[in-house]
């Protein structure tokens, strides 16, 4: 079995930052892509930022300049840096990873249950 957990998650001020960590273990043999999706009240599941495994990162407009995705292949291990934040950012974000459990087969997507961050003052 694999898990993902995230921590990080809380209530800031607006412009203020906050990092979200998300590690994944169990059954693995290799991870491709990582990355973030986020959920607002009253909103559909987005894309915030992914990363490959060889550090290529991609990013929502949305975020551009203000979130920083990063990962340790080493450690299973994503992370999400984001500064300036404001009260469109409040939402429940998922941290997900694109990942192998053996030499030969295919690669499934796994997540996160969820963390919830809360931009308010």
């Known amino acids: 079995q694999v898990q993902l957990v995230e921590s990080g998650g809380g209530l800031v001020q607006p412009g203020g930052s906050l990092s979200l960590s998300c590690a994944a273990s169990g059954s693995i043999f290799v991870i491709n892509a990582m990355g973030w999706y986020r959920q607002g009240p009253g909103r559909q599941r987005e894309l915030v930022a992914t990363?490959?495994?060889?550090?290529?990162?991609n990013y929502a407009e949305a975020v551009k300049g203000r979130f920083t995705i990063s990962r340790d292949n080493a450690k299973n291990t994503v992370n999400l840096q984001m500064n300036s934040l404001n009260a469109e950012d409040t939402a429940v974000y998922y941290c997900?990873?694109?990942?192998?459990?053996?030499?030969?087969?295919?690669?499934?997507?796994?997540w996160g249950q969820g963390t919830q961050v809360t931009v308010s003052s």
């Open positions: 990363i490959t495994r060889g550090g290529v990162t």
């Open positions: 997900y990873a694109v990942l192998s459990q053996r030499l030969i087969g295919a690669a499934n997507t796994y």
